[in-house]
């Protein structure tokens, strides 16, 4: 293998960065825990920030974002179903939700 091959994105300053706003996402995901919103709102919320916070490892922890296109196609169909299947449980966590006694 020679030197030109390996890697050269993603050196110790980007990994800072994306680790910083990866602190940050958390952050807003607790500062949002604390406050008193619908709970279909504060799913929606909290599960888009997981999904950002979840592309941004896969992208630069994972190096996916180094791959060859191809390699990031295999893993689409796989995301699409994990999305498809979220919306398919959360109607039933509304349900036991509305179960609870008050």
Same mark, same amino acid.
């Given at each position: 293998m020679d030197q030109t091959s390996k890697h050269s994105e993603g050196g110790v300053k980007v990994f800072l960065v994306v680790w910083f706003w990866?602190?940050?996402?958390?952050? &807003? @995901? &607790?500062?949002?825990?604390?406050?008193?919103? @619908?709970v279909r709102i504060m799913i929606i919320l909290l599960m888009g920030l997981s999904v950002i916070k979840a592309s941004l490892i896969i992208a630069y922890f994972m190096h996916l974002r180094y791959e060859k296109p191809s390699m990031a196609a295999t893993l689409m169909p796989a995301l699409v179903m994990v999305i498809l299947l979220m919306f398919m449980v959360f109607p039933d966590s509304f349900r036991l939700l509305a179960m609870r006694p008050h």
């Open positions: 990866l602190l940050a996402l958390t952050g &807003v @995901e &607790v500062f949002l825990g604390y406050k008193a919103f @619908e």
